[in-house]
């Protein structure tokens, strides 16, 4: 599996999940050790220490009503959220794709990722290429370009915690 990252498509991911057009988010896992510097935790840029990604800062905490589950716009009652909506993570198994959770943009520029049910599991600080689990804020994954698709690539502790918040 290969992990590409380029300053364009950067810029490109952004606009993709800014954009009104949104689309299903590809849902794959990834091996931390493997990911570039560019994309680990071990750049500071990516890491849970820097204050940019962390749940303390008020704008990522899901205190802050922009990211809150009982914001409509991040509620599973919006149609745009559900199974049939324009903005679905959707994971592969056995060549077929299920419905896993949805995300949403914050106008905050903070992007937030569901359960299928609605619970809060992940953020994406502005900015950032980073995904951090909302219970505790640790790394758990990148937003970035797997096998030339734009995918939600969690490493093994961000798949199970998806996979557990059902």
Known sequence: MRILLFASFAIAAVSFICSAAMADLRVTQVEGATLPYDLSPS????SPSNYENSISNYVNSSSNYENSESNYANSSANYQNSQNGRRRLVLKKGGSDYFVGYYAMAKNGTTN?????????FFNPKGGDAVF?????????????????????????????LLLSE
């Open 133 to 161: 689990c909302e219970t505790d804020g640790e790394f758990c994954g990148v937003l970035a370009l797997v096998n030339n698709e734009l995918s939600l690539a969690l490493t093994q502790r961000g798949l199970k915690v």
């Open 113 to 121: 990722y569901f359960s299928e049910r609605g619970k809060r599991i």
């Open 43 to 46: 750049n500071y840029k990516n």
